[in-house]
């Protein structure tokens, strides 16, 4: 499995947490696993270098202390392997103008950047990213066990994936059998979140407000108040329904998520008791599942050669295998 994210903020926030990462921490277990914090893609909209080095440790530190082993799963900046950015070309030079022209992410995000904003790089992200995936893909002979690359995709990013699949596909049919065909895969457990001020749109760093949203990093006092102060009704039912209870719906979401109880049984646990008890109680669930990851980071930020020398390790594992598949691409194409 291969997944990568942003370092696009200085931390997580709940819905990365509940929709993504954990599950990445599970995946563990069952898969092979490439993790990635995709740093390049951070520089397709303008950005603050410090910033940007910065954030890429803070990304890379919470994922170890959310349980990412690095032992176990290949953990990597996409910087440190170069060669995301040479598979990004080849796979450009196959992508038509009108093709990547399609894709809906970079419709929407151009139109927020305007002209004067919109790089190129923005227009060859998902390009980007199918080289991303493209690079751990089984190649041949390590494909023949019938293995296969899975990548966690939300809606947001089908299109892309689907683009992937189509270059993959297009590659392999004009220069011989390279990558095995990546597949999308729907993680098990993994919840939307939405915004605690606005319940019917996605909680997001670049849309929510502060009082939406929740970081990983946030401190114990002003994460318990956006939860008191989060959104809900003018009715006192704890009860599931989105279309007429979108804040209660989403913290019942989160609080299932986080407790491992179902959403009926927590209904019956606070049948008649009202919001007040239900959002104290989740307000202590989030702050205890937060409280030891953000130390945890703390502590990883705080011993900088040692985070230095797991990214270091695991980027050199990332590029044995981007090697083995690009010695078999730059000969495929050529060079
Ligand atoms: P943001 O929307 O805050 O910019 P990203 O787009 O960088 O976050 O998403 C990073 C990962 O977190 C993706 O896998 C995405 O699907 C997931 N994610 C982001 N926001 C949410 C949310 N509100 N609920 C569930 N998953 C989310
Ligand atoms: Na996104």
């Known amino acids: 499995m291969l997944s990568g994210i942003q370092p696009t903020a200085d931390s997580f926030h709940l819905g990365n947490y509940l929709g ?99 790089t190129v790089g923005l227009f060859t992200y998902p390009v980007l990213q199918a080289a991303d995936i493209l690079l751990y893909t089984p190649g041949p002979g390590e494909g023949a066990a019938g293995r296969v690359l899975r990548v966690p995709v939300g809606e947001d990013q089908r299109q892309h994936l689907e683009l992937t699949r189509t270059l993959a596909q297009r590659f392999n049919q004009r220069f011989g059998e390279t990558f095995a065909i990546p597949e999308a895969y729907i993680p098990e457990g993994a919840a939307k979140i939405t915004d605690l001020q606005e319940p019917t749109a996605k909680m997001s760093k670049s849309a929510s407000s502060p009082q939406g949203i929740i970081d990983v990093l946030e401190e114990p006092g002003p994460m318990r108040k956006k939860i008191m102060r989060a959104v809900t009704d003018t009715g006192t039912e704890v009860r599931y329904d989105e279309e007429n209870k979108a804040g209660i719906t989403n913290l019942l979401r989160i609080y299932s998520a986080l407790s491992g109880t179902a959403v009926p049984e927590l209904e019956q646990r606070y049948a008649g008791s009202g919001y007040g008890q239900f959002k104290k109680d989740l307000a202590q669930l989030v702050v205890d599942t937060f409280t030891p990851i953000r130390e945890r980071t703390h502590k990883l930020l705080a011993d900088e050669d040692r985070l230095d020398r797991i990214l270091a390790d695991g980027a050199a594992r990332a590029r044995e295998a981007a090697e083995r598949t690009m010695e078999v691409v730059r000969d495929r194409v050529g060079f």
């Open 20 to 118: 993504a990462l954990r599950q990445w921490v599970a995946m563990q277990e069952t898969h092979q696993t490439f993790y990635c914090v995709v740093d390049l893609h951070a520089i397709t909209v303008r950005h603050d270098p410090a910033a940007l080095r910065r954030r890429t440790k803070i990304a890379a530190a919470q994922l170890l202390a959310m349980g990412v082993d690095p032992e176990r799963a290949t953990l990597f900046v996409q910087s440190q392997v170069p060669e995301h950015a040479e598979l990004g070309w080849i796979l450009g030079c196959l992508t038509g103008f009108g093709e990547a022209g399609r894709m809906t992410q970079f419709k929407d995000k151009s139109a927020k950047q305007g002209t004067a904003g919109t």
